[in-house]
């Protein structure tokens, strides 16, 4: 099993990958850390480091497959906050940068006033307005507030009849 790790640098992502075999402790109890927990060979490194004096931080990083300034990184995050800093933060986009709550207002807008309107249909009105948002996003904000639903639409049919 492969570790991929990404260290950012001058804005270049250099990919470290290290094949890591099970590792084996043995004293008075047996301890192997496994390929698949990456928590237990951070902590292992660690406690390598503040054992082992003579080793270079960088060979000892190496070894693990990280960089030198990347076990900084691990080791300030397990002093601020423990084992629990040693987990793999989640990658990806932290909030939707196209649905807003403002563009989801607009979806829901448009799918008020036309309730018969394709999800394509609504994302043509929306770029022609100049908003930046692709058709997935509609269908996303539609399914996320129910307004697919069939009885969605004869529900709004029958409240525009009444009136």
């Known amino acids: 099993m492969f570790f991929v790790y990404l260290y950012r640098h001058n804005l270049n992502y250099i990919t470290m990958k290290k094949n890591m075999p099970p590792k084996s402790l043995n004293g008075n109890i047996s301890l192997v850390i496994t390929e698949n927990d990456p928590i237990a060979w951070k902590l292992s490194m660690l406690i390598e480091a503040a054992s082992n004096k003579d080793e270079k931080i960088e060979d000892l990083a190496r070894r693990y497959g990280y960089t030198r300034e990347h076990f900084y990184v691990i080791k300030r995050a397990y002093e601020e906050k423990g084992s629990q800093g040693l987990m793999d933060k989640s990658r990806g986009p932290k909030t939707?940068?196209?649905?807003?709550?403002?563009?989801?207002?607009?979806?829901?807008?448009?799918?008020?006033?036309?309730?018969?309107?394709?999800?394509?249909?609504?994302?043509?009105?929306?770029?022609?307005?100049?908003?930046?948002?692709?058709?997935?996003?509609?269908?996303?904000?539609?399914?996320?507030?129910?307004?697919?639903?069939?009885?969605?639409?004869?529900?709004?049919?029958?409240?525009r009849n009444r009136k």
């Not at 989801?104 to 309107?117: C, G, S, T, Y």
């Open 96 to 159: 939707n940068s196209k649905r807003t709550k403002e563009m989801e207002k607009q979806i829901i807008r448009h799918r008020f006033l036309d309730p018969e309107a394709s999800s394509q249909v609504i994302t043509q009105r929306l770029q022609q307005a100049g908003n930046n948002i692709s058709q997935r996003s509609v269908e996303r904000t539609i399914n996320e507030y129910g307004l697919q639903k069939k009885g969605y639409i004869k529900q709004l049919k029958k409240m």
